[in-house]
């Protein structure tokens, strides 16, 4: 006598979809920062207060359309490079510490949600940096873009924001969060005067211009302020920036596969 086992076939054995799953990963990190007000507001001021020190006072700068639109391109990539840095570097780490973090890894969603979810709070912060300095530049500065230069500033900030996404993924996934946090600031702010983020490149000497051009925050900034002004980009900065982006989707790929084969064997 032989007995038959029926596999069930209600809805609920189910994963939920893939998009639902990130919306969920998405509100939940997207809580978990606000609810560390300071974490956000020093994302929002630092840009801005930059912005008013050293670019409003100045009325050779303040008062020229192109210096000051490229200003607030510049002070908007480097509000990127932060949150991008800070959230996915400094808080991949700190979650990879809590408890939690284990059991969430291994359900049976995958990697993939989380890190959509992580994508998309890491973009929603970063334009909350952006904000500020596009009101300080309309208000207080002669900074003026078409509504297509705007469009395609807006694009181009979150394209060239992507490597700085994948360079904190994989400091996240490779250190812990005593160790992320002066590497994240020794790597950012290096990058940023480097990258003609806080000065004009035109003002570097040659050599300095030509360590410059190889960094990807300067390709970054030459791609963004080209998309807001018109002005010509280096023909290096598409290159340049593909390469960097290549090298740190293979940082944060080998990163995380590290983590998982130290605590998931």
Not at 33 to 38: A, N
Not at 76 to 83: D, M, Q, R
Request: proline share 8%; with cysteine.
């Amino acid at each position: 006598m032989s007995t038959q086992v029926t596999r069930p076939t209600s809805d609920t054995t189910r994963l939920r979809p893939f998009w639902a799953l990130s919306w969920l990963h998405l509100r939940y990190q997207f809580l978990e920062t606000v609810r560390v007000p300071i974490a956000v507001l020093g994302n929002l001021l630092f840009p801005a207060m930059s912005m008013f020190f050293f670019v409003v006072p100045q009325e050779s700068v303040a008062g020229n359309p192109v210096f000051a639109t490229t200003a607030v391109a510049s002070l908007g990539l480097f509000a990127v490079c932060s949150a991008s840095l800070f959230t996915y570097g400094l808080g991949v780490a700190e979650d990879r510490q809590l408890p939690f973090d284990p059991f969430v890894r291994s359900l049976p969603a995958g990697p993939g949600p989380r890190m959509v979810g992580r994508v998309l709070n890491g973009a929603i912060f970063s334009l909350f940096g952006v904000l500020p300095l596009i009101l300080i530049g309309w208000l207080f500065t002669a900074a003026t873009v078409t509504p297509g230069q705007l469009v395609a500033g807006v694009l181009t900030i979150v394209g060239v924001g992507v490597p700085f996404v994948l360079l904190g993924m994989g400091i996240g996934h490779s250190m812990s969060a005593k160790a992320a946090l002066p590497v994240v600031q020794v790597i950012l702010f290096p990058l940023a005067f480097a990258g003609g983020l806080f000065l004009p490149p035109q003002l570097f000497p040659s050599w300095l211009d030509g360590i410059s051009l190889a960094t990807p925050t300067r390709a970054g900034r030459d791609l963004l302020v080209s998309a807001v002004t018109g002005l010509d980009a280096p023909g290096s900065s598409l290159p340049v920036l593909a390469g960097w982006t290549v090298v740190f989707a293979a940082l944060a790929v080998w990163g995380y596969r590290r983590d998982e084969g130290r605590r998931f064997r």
